[in-house]
């Protein structure tokens, strides 16, 4: 085990799906504030990988630890390890339709008091700050008041990245995050 502070560590893990080596004895260790790909062709465990970090999936063997062995992954659930600070971006882009770009945003806001009130309770002025900063970065701010559902594919990929920075996750998983993207929104 290093000595060195770490934000996640992972170690010897395996997982087999019907005797088929998903993953086998991974050590990963990741920094605060680092930045890491990984690569690898079809079925190399990319997504098991981190099926197994937000607890999807649960290893074989191995160990999964978190913010200098604070907590132990593999015992939380899903909604724990969010909680924690972990967000993830599936590859298929999985906002609210039915809300606009600037609800989807507030719905995800670090500390939430749950969707009735986010969406029909009153933001702060430091609310509001954060979701017009955020819809700068992700270019969507001509959009705030569209419904997510009329987005084009690239731009709710662009939408989905916001909810995570909104989140303010420490942890931001991104599978495959440039898919159906153009290059230069790549
Ligand atoms: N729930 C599951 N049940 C059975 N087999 C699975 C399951 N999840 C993944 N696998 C298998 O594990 C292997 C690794 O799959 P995984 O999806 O992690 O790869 P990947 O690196 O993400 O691939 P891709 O680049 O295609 O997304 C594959 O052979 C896949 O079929
Ligand atoms: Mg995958």
């Not at 087999?16 to 990984?38: C, H, M, P, Q, W």
């Not at 062995?69 to 659930?77: A, E, F, I, P, R």
């Not at 507030?106 to 749950?114: E, P």
């Amino acid at each position: 085990m290093s000595q060195k502070p770490f934000l996640l560590a992972a170690e010897g893990l395996s997982k087999s799906f019907d005797g088929f080596k998903a993953i086998n004895d991974l050590n990963f260790y990741l920094d605060e504030g680092e930045l890491r790909t990984v690569i690898g062709p079809n079925g190399a465990g990319k997504t098991t990988f981190l099926d197994i970090i937000t607890g999807r999936t649960q290893p074989d063997q191995g160990t999964l630890l978190w913010d200098d062995s604070k907590h132990d992954l593999l015992k939380l659930n899903e909604y724990e390890i969010y909680r924690l600070g972990i967000g993830r971006k599936f590859q298929t882009p999985t906002v609210f339709n039915d809300h606009t770009v600037a609800e989807n945003l507030i719905l995800s806001l670090a500390g939430s008091r749950g969707i009735w009130h986010s969406l029909f309770g009153k933001t702060t002025s430091a609310q509001r700050d954060r979701i017009a900063e955020i819809l700068t970065t992700v270019n969507l701010a001509d959009h705030a008041h569209r419904k997510a559902g009329a987005l084009a594919h690239g731009q709710k990929q662009w939408l989905e990245i916001g909810m995570l920075l909104a989140q303010e996750a420490r942890l931001l998983l991104v599978d495959e995050p440039a898919a159906g993207m153009t290059d230069e929104e790549t």
